[in-house]
């Protein structure tokens, strides 16, 4: 079955150590999204690549960083994570809707990421 | 810019009663509409989504929803309510262009015996 895979699903790590974030999707999807959620509230678009094209929101922290090196593949790095980076990290795509627009996004299972 | 409400934080439901959620929306053009649901500790799923056509949109697990322009609402229904649809649900509008989805904050769905 065509999917979004996230790895790991969860994540622990120390104050300040940096951390990757892997998402691979079988959907050959040109969109490719990064949204932190935490507890109780909505996903929180942190940026998005539209192709090789990179946007970021403007309050993503610069503490966050992401990279694309292919179609499938999308990484998350946070340089310095601090406590109130804990959090579920959830990767999404999506395809270029009819008549425009983005189509349906597609999300993983997420990472939940641990902070100490 | 869009913006979606979800006016109810948390909703209880007994186990076999019908079930509405309620979702609003801001925007100026012919939006895109969905659903997600999300378990603890899951991704989210799609359950449905409203492009354009029918208002009445089917969707997986029994779930429907109706697009109503004049209310700017796009309210999710299901007739009888199962213990394995407790979980939060989420609204979310697009726009053509190519602008992410904006979500609403969501609401915490129980189920009682």
């Known amino acids: 079955d065509a999917m979004v895979i996230q790895n790991p699903r969860y994540q622990v790590t120390q104050f300040g150590k940096p951390v990757t974030l892997s998402c691979s999707q079988t959907l050959n999807h040109n969109v490719m999204y990064w949204y932190q959620q935490k507890s109780s509230q909505a996903p929180k678009l942190l940026f998005h690549?539209?192709?090789?094209?990179?946007?970021n929101e403007a309050d993503t922290p610069d503490n966050f960083q992401s990279r694309r090196p292919n179609t499938s593949f999308c990484f998350l790095d946070i340089r310095s994570p601090g406590l109130g980076d804990a959090a579920m990290y959830l990767c999404?795509?999506?395809?270029?809707?009819?008549?425009?627009?983005?189509?349906?996004?597609?999300f993983g299972p997420g990472t939940r990421l641990t902070v100490l | 810019a869009q913006s979606v409400t979800q006016p109810d934080i948390h909703i209880t439901v007994s186990e076999g009663a019908s079930l509405e959620l309620r979702c609003n929306y801001s925007?100026?053009?012919?939006?895109?509409l969905f659903w997600y649901v999300q378990s603890p500790g899951q991704g989210l799923q799609l359950l449905l989504k409203y492009f354009s056509g029918d208002t009445l949109v089917q969707g997986i697990k029994g779930f429907e929803a109706e697009f109503k322009r004049s209310q700017s609402s796009f309210n999710l229904r299901k007739p009888s309510v199962h213990w394995s649809d407790a979980a939060e649900y989420f609204c979310a509008v697009g726009a053509r262009g190519n602008t992410p989805l904006v979500f609403g904050k969501g609401t915490r769905l129980s189920v009682i015996a």
């Open positions: 690549y539209y192709d090789k094209d990179f946007n």
């Open positions: 925007y100026g053009a012919t939006p895109y």
């Open positions: 999404a795509t999506s395809r270029d809707a009819p008549g425009g627009g983005t189509d349906t996004q597609y």
